[in-house]
């Protein structure tokens, strides 16, 4: 921090232990530093930043610009008790990604994703605004439905699941070729792994979910017991990187896009904001 109008030499990055220092023009000996200042005189301060001081500020913001540690919690921090509910983002020949949240009382955590670390990054940074496909999005991919309820139920041991929810245009794409879509095939009883029902996740706007995460990362630091709505286990360092780095800029091919969908249809589920007590089981069945 500095007096208003000084630019910033020292920088604090992601890694506590690492920090990024400018070298300004004007502390080099061997440049004309009086006749840069007349070249930058009357220009924008976006030049004078870049010319003067090695300063470019991203030409497109970041959608969660209040999010930073204090939204990072450590596993073993997330308390006790709540309701539990999952979403995936299904897909054809990539992974799937599926995030796990618990919510108690008016704080939502989210706690699991996967694939997680073990597999690598979920997305990496490129030219592109919202970063490259990385590793976790092909290792191991081709799983069939039932591999994934498999795979769910071994995640989640004996937890109790209340909601499930799925990308609702992957939950209506027709899946068999007869007709039956990814909800209807994952509820059905095949192979002995029993049905895993699902709800369709919101169809509204993604700017109001990208809103809605927004209000819940909100915190009034100056406000004694406030603290944000919305934490995220450090394990989960995907969905971390995405709610860093996702501008929306790539639209649909956004590499960085499927941690924030399935947080989106989190936040977007209207029995998500009613009290725990109240919360009911949309379909038939149980969990």
Same mark, same amino acid.
């Given at each position: 921090?500095?007096? !208003?109008?000084?630019?910033?030499?020292?920088s !604090?990055?992601?890694?506590?232990e690492?920090?990024?220092?400018?070298?300004f023009?004007k502390?080099?000996?061997?440049?004309?530093?009086?006749?840069?200042?007349?070249?930058?005189?009357?220009?924008?301060?976006? $030049?004078?930043?870049?010319?003067?001081?090695?300063?470019?500020d991203a030409?497109?913001?970041?959608a969660?610009?209040?999010?930073?540690?204090e939204h990072?919690?450590?596993?073993d921090?997330?308390?006790?008790?709540g309701?539990n509910i999952?979403?995936? $983002?299904?897909?054809g020949s990539?992974?799937w990604?599926?995030?796990?949240?618990?919510?108690?009382?008016?704080?939502? =955590?989210?706690?699991?994703?996967?694939?997680?670390?073990?597999?690598?990054e979920?997305?990496v940074?490129s030219?592109?605004? $919202?970063?490259?496909p990385?590793p976790?999005?092909?290792a191991?991919?081709g799983?069939?439905?039932?591999?994934y309820k498999r795979?769910?139920?071994?995640?989640?041991?004996?937890e109790?699941?209340?909601?499930?929810?799925?990308?609702?245009?992957a939950?209506t794409?027709?899946?068999?070729?007869?007709g039956?879509?990814?909800?209807?095939v994952?509820?059905e009883? !095949?192979?002995?792994e029993?049905?895993?029902y699902f709800?369709?996740?919101?169809?509204r706007p993604?700017?109001?979910?990208?809103?809605?995460?927004?209000?819940?990362l909100?915190?009034?630091?100056?406000?004694?017991?406030?603290?944000?709505?919305?934490?995220?286990?450090s394990?989960? !360092?995907?969905?971390? =990187?995405?709610?860093?780095?996702?501008?929306?800029?790539?639209k649909d091919?956004?590499a960085?896009?499927?941690?924030?969908?399935?947080l989106?249809?989190?936040?977007q589920e209207d029995?998500?904001?009613?009290?725990?007590?109240?919360l009911?089981?949309?379909?038939?069945?149980?969990?």
């Amino acid at each position: 921090d500095g007096p !208003k109008g000084t630019m910033p030499y020292i920088s !604090k990055l992601r890694r506590p232990e690492a920090h990024a220092i400018w070298f300004f023009s004007k502390w080099n000996p061997y440049s004309p530093y009086k006749e840069l200042v007349k070249r930058v005189d009357g220009s924008s301060t976006g $030049d004078i930043k870049i010319r003067a001081y090695g300063w470019a500020d991203a030409t497109i913001g970041n959608a969660f610009p209040r999010f930073g540690e204090e939204h990072i919690i450590e596993p073993d921090k997330i308390p006790d008790g709540g309701i539990n509910i999952m979403a995936a $983002d299904p897909a054809g020949s990539r992974n799937w990604f599926m995030i796990w949240a618990k919510k108690v009382k008016d704080t939502i =955590y989210i706690y699991r994703e996967w694939p997680d670390y073990s597999y690598g990054e979920w997305a990496v940074p490129s030219a592109k605004h $919202d970063g490259s496909p990385g590793p976790a999005q092909r290792a191991g991919a081709g799983l069939s439905l039932v591999q994934y309820k498999r795979l769910v139920r071994e995640l989640e041991g004996e937890e109790k699941i209340t909601m499930r929810l799925m990308d609702p245009r992957a939950a209506t794409t027709p899946h068999d070729g007869i007709g039956s879509d990814y909800i209807g095939v994952m509820a059905e009883d !095949k192979e002995g792994e029993g049905p895993m029902y699902f709800d369709k996740g919101s169809g509204r706007p993604i700017e109001e979910g990208v809103g809605m995460i927004n209000d819940l990362l909100y915190w009034d630091k100056e406000e004694p017991g406030d603290a944000p709505k919305l934490m995220i286990s450090s394990e989960c !360092k995907s969905l971390i =990187y995405s709610l860093r780095e996702w501008t929306g800029a790539d639209k649909d091919k956004g590499a960085s896009k499927d941690p924030v969908d399935c947080l989106r249809y989190l936040v977007q589920e209207d029995q998500l904001l009613v009290n725990e007590r109240q919360l009911e089981v949309k379909r038939g069945g149980s969990y």
